[in-house]
């Protein structure tokens, strides 16, 4: 590890922004500092990566900033870098400002870029899972997540009380794009009725059949994720074919669950990722995830990264016993 070649790091956050980002850039900026390393941060993701928008990274500056949400270095989604043209320019520009190392944060399609890029830059990557989502292999949870599950809980329970005031049917749609995590995680623990991922196909089927009893006298509260194949629309429609009297409102909580300060769990994720980040590029290793397996450091080749995430077989048990 003396004798590391590696002197100057650039660190970018990618895809979108997931609260516990800017704790784990600073574990990065204090782990490199006290190795003598310099840190870059690139801003924009990919995007400051071709274009070479660089900010100097100091630890003293980013500390107080671990509480907050977001991502101080900006984030964006890449189209030129999904390009051939857009990685080289990116190559030429790492080359450019002597840059030996490259951190990354985000989700699926930051890896998949880096796993392109990998194919022409032999300089080492190391990923950071940073997704709300919770889609990434490798780990048991990404930055970002269970931030996005307690803003999701602390809402729907918002959302039961009025609810259960007017005896109204509720339909909350959570995000998570193509994966259900986010929504076992929030509707188990808000005591929802019926909840709907992508993964289980055959869901609506049994919400039809519990809410044929529904019989106006409560609050019924349906929580669905973004990407269920039914989706909150036509799930309201369904409903109101089988009773048209059924009094029935849709909330989608959008882009809330990305935004506020991260939990203490997300906090200390990013911490202990980003300093586990920089010593795997000190001991020489590349293209490789930083994760945390059964509350363990693991690290996970980008190729099984990127592969399809799957909801373990423990939760949808769950989901068969609370969520149908
Ligand atoms: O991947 C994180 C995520 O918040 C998804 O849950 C959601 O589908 C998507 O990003 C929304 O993206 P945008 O901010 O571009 O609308």
Known sequence: MKNSP???????????????????????????????IKVSGIRKGYEG????????????????????????????????????EGRKKALQTLKANSIDALVAVGGDGTFKGLLAFSEICDIPFIGIPGTIDNDISGTDYTLGFDSAVNTAIENIDKIRDTAESHNRVFIVE??????????????????????LIPESGKDFIYLL???????????????????DEIGAE?????????????????????????????????????IRLGVAAVNALLQGRKNIMAGVLNNQLHFTPFEDVVKQHQVNEELMKLLELFGK
């Open 234 to 270: 036509l799930v309201a429609s369904k409903i109101k074919e089988m009773n048209k009297e059924v009094d029935l409102r849709i909330t989608r909580l959008g882009h809330v669950q990305r935004g506020g300060n991260p939990s203490a769990l997300d906090r200390m994720l990013g």
């Open 209 to 227: 059949d519990k809410i044929k009893n529904y019989n106006s006298e409560d609050a019924f509260l349906i929580v669905v994720s973004e990407g």
């Open 49 to 84: 990566l071709i274009d070479g928008d660089f900010i100097p990274l100091e630890a003293h500056e980013l500390q107080k900033l671990t509480q907050k949400g977001g991502t101080i270095l900006k984030t964006a989604r890449s189209k030129r870098f999904m390009e051939l």
């Open 6 to 36: 590696i002197k100057h790091i650039g660190v970018f956050t990618s895809g979108g922004d997931s609260p516990g980002m800017n704790a784990a850039l600073y574990a990065i900026a204090k782990t490199a500092e006290t190795k003598g």
């Open 174 to 195: 959570v995000m998570g794009r193509d994966s259900g995590y986010i929504a076992i995680h929030s509707g188990l623990m808000s005591g929802a009725d019926a909840i």
